[in-house]
């Protein structure tokens, strides 16, 4: 009986600390800002895993973008234009960002979560 009793106290801290970690841990604006030079995306396209991003889309070049990253892309965006979509960082990586009506290689770049 003791032996039960033990054990049922020894998974509860690894139940709680489970709910803990996975847990979204903060939530981050990140403007992202695409001119005729190409894609900028703030705080150096880096943020730990479990955060909530929100990342806020401005098309400031003379042609129409959008933005695409971790399976999330924005409407064209005509000249002026903004959008914006969240997503939860829930993996460690690099997963590439880019917009899908240039190709060209600043219109590309790797977003990390560490």
Do not use: C, W
């Amino acid at each position: 009986m003791t032996v039960v009793a033990v054990a049922a106290l020894a998974s509860v801290p690894a139940a709680t600390a489970y709910d803990e970690t996975t847990a979204p841990g903060a939530h981050a604006f990140l403007a992202v800002l695409i001119t005729d030079k190409g894609i900028a995306v703030a705080n150096s396209g880096r943020l730990p895993r479990g955060v909530l991003a929100t990342f806020a889309v401005k098309n400031q070049s003379h042609v129409d973008q959008n933005f695409t990253l971790l399976g999330h892309k924005t409407k064209t965006l005509k000249p002026g234009d903004k959008a914006s979509f969240s997503v939860l960082l829930n993996r460690r990586g690099i997963f590439p960002y880019r917009s899908t009506l240039d190709d060209k290689r600043p219109f590309r770049g790797l977003f990390i979560v560490y």
